[in-house]
């Protein structure tokens, strides 16, 4: 027991010593992985994504073009309009003629070229509010308007930052864990797949990853210094971030709260900190209401999409991802018009009892402890397909979980508790609580989460060494978590979705196989093709005609690569190739029937 204390200690030093080296390593090994990532991404469908008009990245990309090219101010009601957005509008109205037909009468009377379905969502969207927090959206402007339009670059910071994650990860783990937790942290946080794979999307993802933990980091710098100035530039960076998304609203309220129980002794020492972070907060969100007073909006207001996406995440019939209730929608929208407080306490009386509410918080919380990475917008499943590297970022939190948990209970039994951590926890808690446990939304909380995984792990790898019964007690422990977080997927889900092969069919291949069509060149047609088949998900090899797909996106995959098929059987037999085109021709009408088409 002695020997191996003082062999953790003699160890721990040697890090110690040697934290620069550590920290080039990280910035090495990472930077290896994004250069790869980004090549594959760059030539691959993927580097299209974000033209998919239904996504939340085209919007992104659309509102930092506008910004950028158009208006600096937005001062315009500027909010996506999704065929989801069109089906809500249209059951409004079917119930509301009467107004339709004035929205008509005020289309034709004036210079508007927007439906009015359009106009209905604007207004309940809040008109020329921001509809979401815009600070990703003005980076992007500045992106474009720096460097033209040129959607690369802005995978190239987002990159930069994922890689600054890893080292905050690094820094802020061999801060309250130690220096071997702090090895470890890094190492899962290297090749964690999910944090690489957000770097190659156009979403605020990655950029709330490196938020949360600078805040983190820069909390705690505050909390055990004495300058105040720490103080300020935690205030501005924190009225920052809550331009970058809301729900860190909770993170600048707790501040204060943290650092009065932090120094209980002397809680007059905390009423200048206080004062100074709240003043660079009010600092940095003064350029937001001098913009608002100016558009003619709530001088506070940031965002408008916040009431749809409650109600749709928090009534009767709600689940823990998107589930869309036309009928809910609409009755409650008119009733608060899309007023966001009216709005919450009208989803929560769609619910019966408080056990209904209560249940779908447990499936929430479910959710958040699960493997699965729900996807949403993009799909972390379906990249792996185009870019390789993401296998070899092995990690995921399907490994992740257990240990995530059991060091949340074990740093609460330390004697120095991590606050700004347990802040930063209930900060993204609440917010998956609230609204979608999507895998783009979770991300932020994982990456909190590895410090405590990788302390987890170190104290584990301790008692297994040291001590037999809490070895047993924690392998015990780890394999019942496991059992839980690692649980199969509900009946009829999977984690193939059809919507991303139609993303990468309509917005890469239909174009360039006219091209090549269109130039007679059948060999690389052919050739395309059968790269497309060798990206086919297990379940398309395993139909055969006389099994059956098991639910809708099965269905139109597999329909997806019977057309495959059958364009290579025609393309073979143009070459004159009876073989390959009977071949493929068989094994289109075995998808086919296996699809029920």
Request: aromatic share 18%; hydrophobic share 45%; charged share 15%.
């Amino acid at each position: 027991m002695k020997s191996l204390q003082r062999f953790i200690q003699q160890l721990e030093a040697w890090l110690t010593k040697r934290h620069l080296i550590i920290v080039a390593c990280i910035i090495l090994i990472s930077l290896i992985f994004r250069i790869i990532y980004f090549n594959q991404i760059s030539h691959s469908p993927l580097i299209n994504f974000h033209h998919w008009s239904e996504s939340d990245m085209n919007f992104f990309d659309s509102w930092g073009e506008y910004l950028a090219e158009e208006d600096w101010l937005a001062d315009t009601s500027f909010h996506p309009h999704h065929s989801w957005h069109q089906e809500i509008a249209e059951l409004y109205f079917q119930d509301h003629t009467v107004e339709y037909q004035t929205y008509i009468d005020s289309i034709q009377n004036s210079n508007i070229k927007l439906s009015p379905e359009k106009l209905l969502l604007n207004r309940w969207f809040g008109e020329k509010k921001y509809h979401q927090e815009p600070l990703y959206a003005y980076t992007l402007a500045a992106t474009y308007a720096i460097g033209g339009k040129e959607i690369k670059t802005v995978y190239i910071w987002q990159m930069i930052l994922g890689i600054f994650s890893i080292i905050l990860i690094y820094l802020i783990t061999r801060r309250y864990f130690g220096e071997i937790p702090g090895l470890l942290a890094a190492f899962i946080a290297t090749f964690y797949g999910p944090m690489l794979f957000y770097e190659g999307v156009l979403l605020r993802t990655t950029a709330v990853t490196f938020s949360g933990l600078l805040l983190i980091y820069l909390f705690d710098k505050a909390l055990t210094g004495t300058k105040l100035k720490r103080w300020l530039i935690l205030g501005v960076i924190s009225g920052a971030v809550f331009l970058l998304k809301g729900p860190f609203l909770l993170f600048i309220i707790g501040v204060p709260v943290i650092t009065f129980f932090h120094n209980y002794h002397n809680k007059k020492s905390t009423v200048y900190p206080n004062l100074i972070f709240f003043a660079g907060v009010i600092l940095t969100l003064l350029p937001l209401t001098i913009r608002n007073v100016y558009v003619g909006v709530s001088p506070f207001s940031f965002g408008g999409v916040g009431s749809i996406s409650f109600i749709n995440a928090n009534n009767i019939n709600s689940s823990s991802i998107f589930k869309l209730d036309q009928r809910i929608t609409c009755d409650i929208l008119e009733s608060t018009d899309g007023k966001f407080f009216p709005t919450v306490i009208e989803t929560l009386k769609t619910h019966k009892n408080t056990g209904s509410f209560l249940a779908l918080m447990w499936e929430k919380f479910s959710a958040i402890c699960h493997w699965h990475e729900i996807p949403n917008n993009t799909s972390f499943y379906f990249y792996k397909t185009y870019a390789n590297i993401l296998n070899i970022a092995f990690i995921t939190f399907y490994f992740l979980a257990p240990f995530a948990l059991i060091g949340l209970f074990l740093s609460l039994i330390k004697k120095k508790q991590p606050w700004p951590l347990f802040l930063m926890i209930i900060v993204y808690v609440v917010a998956l609580m609230g609204f979608f446990v999507f895998s783009r939304f979770r991300l932020p909380f994982i990456a909190i989460l590895i410090p405590f995984s990788s302390y987890a792990l170190y104290k584990g790898f301790k008692y297994v060494l040291t001590n037999i019964r809490y070895a047993l007690l924690f392998t015990g422990i780890t394999c019942l978590l496991f059992l839980w977080t690692s649980r199969k997927l509900p009946d009829g889900a999977h984690v193939d979705r059809y919507a991303d092969y139609h993303v990468v069919e309509e917005y890469f291949y239909k174009a360039y196989y006219a091209d090549l069509f269109q130039k007679n060149d059948h060999l690389q047609a052919i050739k395309q093709l059968k790269d497309q088949l060798s990206r086919s998900p297990d379940f398309i090899n395993s139909l055969t005609g006389y099994n059956k797909v098991r639910s809708s996106d099965e269905q139109m995959i597999a329909i997806y690569y019977a057309n495959i098929n059958y364009k290579l059987a025609q393309l073979y037999k143009m070459e004159g190739n009876e073989f390959g085109a009977n071949k493929y021709m068989i094994r289109s009408y075995e998808l086919q029937k296996s699809s029920g088409y």
